[in-house]
């Protein structure tokens, strides 16, 4: 069964750049038709796709975020990552990597990060 | 962007109740949606997708139907373990959007 697992720092200063990995594990990224995805939740409130990377490389974002954000994949080490430059206090949230299966599966996000707290904060 | 409007944002019900939950979209994503389910400190878990098929594992208690803009996620006698937020998506477009959450309290 797949495994994502989130790794990065917890606390980042505001304006500088949140930066997470996400390891995946049980499968390879290698074979895998799909989208990697990062999906971020401030505290009590719903749930904000980032953007995704699919397998071929393309990647695809959100526009309020595209400006700031970038996702790369590097499939020799089974990991894709986010980038966020210029934080505030309003990217404080739970970060989630996801994993959504090619299209002609027609499955959402099946797999999930269990998602840290990065707070932005000095 | 493709906006999605969950109705309502709480709903308290009791075990055995039958709860419908309704997902709007502002324009068709055909049945390109999905429904999750979030408890607390937890990842979402996929119930749903394609908009009525039953992610494996999944009871079948929880079903889904609709298309086009509307779409409702019923979860036939509720289970004590039912008791959480649920969340729409839609991956009509490349750019994903999910529904506010539905939160099902217990009564």
């Known amino acids: 069964q797949l495994q994502l697992q989130e790794s990065g720092p917890r606390l980042v200063k505001p304006s500088e750049t949140l930066s997470l990995s996400c390891t995946v594990s049980?499968?390879?990224?290698?074979?895998?038709?799909?989208?990697w995805a990062w999906i971020r939740q401030p505290p009590g409130k719903g749930l904000e796709w980032i953007g995704y990377?699919?397998?071929?490389?393309?990647?695809y974002y959100n526009p309020s975020l595209t400006s700031r954000v970038t996702i790369s994949l590097d499939t020799s080490n089974n990991q894709f990552s986010l980038k966020l430059t210029s934080v505030t206090a309003a990217d404080t949230a739970v970060y989630y990597c996801?994993?959504?299966?090619?299209?002609?599966?027609?499955?959402?996000?099946?797999?999930w990060g269990q998602g840290p707290l990065v707070t932005v904060s000095s | 962007d493709i906006q999605m409007t969950q109705s309502p944002s709480t709903l308290s019900a009791s075990v055995g109740d039958r709860v419908t939950i309704t997902c709007r979209a502002s324009?068709?994503?055909?049945?390109?949606l999905a429904w999750y389910q979030q408890k607390p400190g937890k990842a979402p878990k996929l119930l749903i997708y394609?908009?009525?098929a039953l992610e494996s594992g999944v009871p079948s208690r929880f079903r889904g139907s609709g298309s086009g803009t509307e779409f409702t996620l019923t979860i036939d006698s509720l289970q004590p373990d039912d008791f959480a937020t649920y969340y729409c998506?839609?991956?009509?477009?490349?750019?994903?959007?999910f529904g506010q959450g539905t939160k099902v309290e217990i009564k």
């Open positions: 996801a994993r959504r299966p090619g299209r002609t599966t027609g499955l959402g996000f099946d797999s």
């Open positions: 990377v699919f397998s071929t490389g393309s990647t």
């Open positions: 324009q068709s994503v055909r049945t390109w």
């Open positions: 049980g499968g390879s990224m290698n074979s895998s038709n799909a989208y």
């Open positions: 998506q839609q991956y009509h477009s490349v750019s994903v959007t």
């Open positions: 394609k908009a009525s």
